[in-house]
């Protein structure tokens, strides 16, 4: 493992956060950091001197430079489709990298080390996958997209932003997590999305995740206190008027069906989200526990054909 460590603020303690890590668990050996938002030759000097005294190998210091910053909102980093110069960014950092990284120390020691083996694929949902993907649906683990690729699934993306309904030709429709409390005034007014996924519920599964689950529910509350009515197809009433984080590992035992999974499969996943629940009158869809083993009050829910919950899933459980 090599650590990125960001040195702002610290000199030669950041050698004890590295040591720390480098301690903590048997088993993991922590090759090297890299010091980033180093401010000055001075600043470098002292934490590479913390660094050697603490014995933990220094693969590059990268100085603080604005223009590779990425912006940040609520959720994390701004999504690269929103960023107009993306390329130009991605393309300052790995010259930023190059200048001030010891690349083949990198490579030395990443030679011959394996990956530890992944968990069990999660089953494709269905075989034609209608895929909600715009900036308002963009929360979907890569690793899910390739695996179900993988089993011989074909992902048909709509935007629902663009007022587009699933493909009708698809078996099921999978709506990922977002950003629909910045765009819920859109998705309120996208009436041929509405009425085609309610179609679609009828006769094949829908299922959501986090702000899916949300634009499947029947009102959306942003920040401002202004009610958006959404899809109306689960009773689910979320708001973000207080704001309340929701973060952490997830493991899930359903207690219902959802496309690709049956009642009782062990799912493992992860939430993060600031929406408080201010109605859920569906029956539960899972019990969930979060990493330490209590159990979470979110269930998620499912009414029909329809279900969702604030659970991403990761994986299926062996």
């Not at 942003?222 to 704001?243: E, I, W, Y």
Request: with cysteine; net charge neutral.
């Amino acid at each position: 493992v090599v650590l990125v460590l960001d040195a702002r603020g610290q000199a030669q303690s950041a050698a004890a956060v590295a040591a720390g890590f480098a301690g903590f668990r048997p088993g993991v050996n922590i090759a090297g950091v890299v010091l980033n938002r180093v401010a000055s030759p001075r600043h470098e000097a002292l934490l590479r001197a913390g660094m050697e005294q603490a014995g933990i190998r220094v693969f590059g210091a990268l100085p603080r430079q604005d223009g590779v910053a990425v912006p940040e909102r609520h959720l994390g980093l701004v999504q690269a489709a929103e960023l107009p110069k993306l390329e130009k960014l991605l393309e300052d950092a790995a010259d930023l990298v190059e200048r001030h990284c010891d690349l083949g120390g990198l490579r030395e020691a990443a030679a011959g080390q394996g990956l530890p083996g992944a968990a069990p694929p999660a089953r494709p949902p269905g075989q034609r996958i209608a895929l909600a993907r715009d900036e308002a649906f963009s929360f979907i683990y890569p690793h899910l997209l390739a695996g179900w690729r993988a089993a011989g699934a074909e992902i048909l993306p709509f935007s629902p932003l663009a007022d587009e309904p699933p493909a009708p030709d698809a078996d099921m429709c999978w709506l990922p997590g977002g950003y629909p409390e910045l765009h819920a005034g859109r998705i309120a007014a996208a009436s041929q999305f509405f009425s085609g996924l309610r179609a679609f519920a009828a006769t094949r599964p829908v299922h959501g995740e986090c702000g899916g689950y949300m634009v499947l529910g029947e009102t959306l509350v942003d920040a401002t206190g202004t009610a958006h009515q959404m899809a109306g197809m689960l009773g689910l009433v979320t708001s973000f008027k207080k704001r309340k984080m929701h973060l952490g590992y997830r493991r899930a035992a359903l207690l219902s069906s959802i496309p690709g999974h049956g009642a009782g499969a062990i799912l493992a996943g992860h939430e993060f989200h600031y929406a408080s629940i201010l109605k859920q009158p569906d029956p539960p869809l899972a019990e969930v526990q979060d990493a330490q083993g209590a159990i979470m009050p979110e269930t998620g829910s499912w009414r029909g054909r329809v279900s969702g919950s604030f659970f991403h899933l990761i994986s299926a459980k062996a």
